[in-house]
């Protein structure tokens, strides 16, 4: 299926970002429920597209360039290796609080990676996350969270993919119907 250009307006998965921004890591309740997710295009799934819920100022900072470059190659080698008949996307939450945004010491990246699982009408489905240290997720590699996203997969399959059954949820057919393309009408 070709999705819409404009399936990165969806509310559903605006919505999905937003509450991601919020949740609490190790490092806590992020003062800033801000998002920076790369996408790629609705048609192609080719290109690349930036999604975020902020402006960016002096004090509300993009994620490192090292970061920006990091989600984009997890992005692409996920979507590459483990598409699974849907799309990745990925990025990062839990940027640094005002007080550390103009730090030079290195430690005013962002804290946590995210990368979701989009089934093949765009409806999230699961969220790889980690906020280990930058430095940490670098030495991790790409290959490591393809690693783990093949493993995220085959459990989220087992217990909610195609293998499921409406009625093992009490589901009926129109609670499973793509939620992501239905917001955009």
Known sequence: MILPENIWNSP???????????FE???GVSQ????????PEGDSKAGNIVL????????NIDPHILQQEFALGVR???????????????GWTHPPSHAHAIRVDGDNVWGRLIMIWLDEDADPQFTLESDMRFIEIVENGVGYYIRLAAEAFQTWDE????????????LKEDQTS???LEALR
Do not use: C
Not at 32 to 39: D, E, G, Q, R
Not at 76 to 90: N, P, T, Y
């Open 12 to 22: 559903v998965i605006r919505k999905r970002l937003a509450q991601e921004a919020l």
């Open 25 to 27: 890591s190790n490092r």
């Open 32 to 39: 800033l429920p801000h998002y920076w997710m790369t996408v």
């Open 52 to 59: 975020k819920n902020y402006e960016t100022s002096p004090f």
């Open 76 to 90: 692409k080698g996920l979507q590459r290796e483990e598409h699974r008949d849907g799309l990745w996307i990925a």
């Open 159 to 170: 217990h909610y993919g195609k293998k499921a059954t409406k009625s093992d949820f009490a």
């Open 178 to 180: 793509k939620a992501a």
